[in-house]
């Protein structure tokens, strides 16, 4: 086992980890932070999409000792108790949300991406959300989403 | 492994020396699956993401010095003046997956379907290892043997890639289901060097390792009008460049794609890769 000492959503967190356990799984077993869902395990799909040190990573193909010392942000950090984000918001109002797994990631993945550019072509968001399915959606509602959202960020 | 990640290239290569047994990881986005899947069940790992003058790049007198801890996110805003390389880093997974991917895991894992496998073999560039005992320079087809074999000693890393500048211009295309998140079904990179009149084609996925077009590269370069961009290719001429570019090809039937069908997309990209550079080449002189 090996200690892993990462600053999740501002907290400092101290774990036990086996050699090559995820920072997906350390953040979901071992931190009860279940909002990064665990579906393809293989960075597919990007449903546990989380940023570290700042950057958009899928939170399975990172282990958990290369976090260690880092930080993470996960989408539980990302609405206030009651009060939702602005992109969580967009994704209810446009009807983006429909089983909701992808979601997750998809809000993650969508902060990201209107934080670098506030105000993105459809093209940029294809591109930006590439590595996010939804197999409910079909997509347009989440591009009316984002569309949504930055009004609401800008 | 107990003892703190390496931050430095001489810590990395005495852990390498020191632990053969732990798994060198940089972006993990390769060696994280089978983990995930429960096929690979290493005792330790040896974190590389830490070792900053890994994850640099530079010009060094008429040559490129990409370090092996570069990220495709990285090439992709970084290294414009090798748009075959750029094109090649951006259709590597997702962004999620080139925030954390680096050039040097792409030539470790050495898969045939390597994103940036094809460009740095047209580029002809070499591979640099580095153990305790010293550093090696090997060049691409030295390096990479077969599929997911290189000539990697047991306590070496692949510390970066080099290769020189060339004049002209070149693209890279790939063929899969998606835009995103493909593994490619075929390949191609071409390098135009109007500096030594040479056309320089590498197939990706469609062979055990990347590999050349040596007789259509000839071809091509006889074909050429050198002296006179605006003199534009027969049509026939390219068409001969696509069948002789995809005579290289030694592709397999596999769930992505037939043997046929992968020959049939060399022989279309080459030929289009060719004519792309040949009227890239006519813009600038224009």
Redesign the interface.
């Known amino acids: 086992m090996t200690p892993v000492t990462t600053m999740v959503n501002g907290l400092e967190r101290t774990v036990d980890v086996p050699p090559a356990t995820s920072l997906l799984t350390l953040l979901r077993d071992e931190l009860d932070l279940t909002g990064s869902k665990n579906a393809c395990e293989e960075g597919e799909c990007g449903s546990c999409t989380v940023w570290l040190d700042g950057e958009l990573v899928c939170a399975c193909l990172v282990a958990a000792v290369q976090a260690d010392g880092r930080s993470v942000r996960t989408i539980e950090d990302l609405g206030d108790g009651e009060r939702l984000h602005p992109v969580q918001e967009a994704f209810l109002e446009a009807g983006a949300v429909q089983c909701g797994f992808c979601t997750p990631g998809l809000v993650v993945a969508v902060a990201d991406l209107l934080d670098r550019d506030p105000h993105p072509s459809d093209e940029t968001i294809r591109e930006a959300l590439a590595g996010n399915l939804c197999r409910c959606t079909g997509y347009s509602k989440i591009l009316a989403a984002v569309h949504l959202a930055e009004e609401a960020v800008a | 492994?107990?003892e703190p990640?390496p931050t430095t290239l001489a810590e990395a290569l005495e852990a390498r020396a020191a632990h053969p047994e732990a798994?060198p990881?940089a972006?993990?986005?390769d060696?994280?699956?089978p983990?995930?899947?429960g096929r690979?069940?290493?005792?330790?790992?040896l974190?590389l993401?830490r070792v900053a003058e890994l994850a640099t790049w530079e010009l060094r007198n008429g040559s490129v010095h990409v370090g092996a801890g570069t990220t495709f996110?990285r090439i992709a805003r970084e290294l414009g003046a090798f748009p075959p390389l750029v094109q090649a880093a951006r259709t590597v997974?997702?962004?999620?997956?080139r925030?954390?991917a680096t050039i040097g895991g792409n030539l470790a894992t050495a898969s045939p379907a390597g994103d940036s496998l094809p460009v740095l073999a047209a580029f002809g560039a070499d591979v640099l290892v580095a153990s305790t005992r010293g550093e090696r320079r090997l060049p691409w087809n030295e390096f990479l043997l077969g599929p997911k074999r290189t000539a990697l000693a047991e306590d070496e890393l692949v510390v970066g890639v080099e290769w020189p500048l060339r004049d002209g211009p070149g693209s890279f295309a790939k063929i899969g289901t998606?835009?995103?998140?493909v593994i490619a079904i075929a390949s191609v990179c071409l390098q135009l060097d109007t500096r030594e009149r040479r056309v320089r084609l590498a197939l990706g996925s469609v062979a055990p390792t990347v590999v050349r077009a040596p007789e259509a590269e000839a071809f091509a370069a006889d074909a050429i009008a050198w002296d006179d961009p605006a003199r534009p290719l027969p049509e026939q001429t390219a068409r001969e460049f696509g069948a002789l570019a995809a005579a290289a090809a030694h592709p397999i039937d596999d769930v992505r794609g037939s043997a046929a069908y992968r020959r049939r997309t060399v022989e279309v990209l080459a030929r289009r890769a060719l004519l792309w550079a040949l009227a890239d080449r006519r813009e600038a002189s224009a």
């Open positions: 492994m107990s990640a798994m990881v972006g993990g986005t060696l994280m699956v983990v995930n899947a690979l069940r290493p005792d330790a790992l974190d993401s996110a997974g997702s962004p999620q997956i925030n954390r998606r835009n995103a998140m």
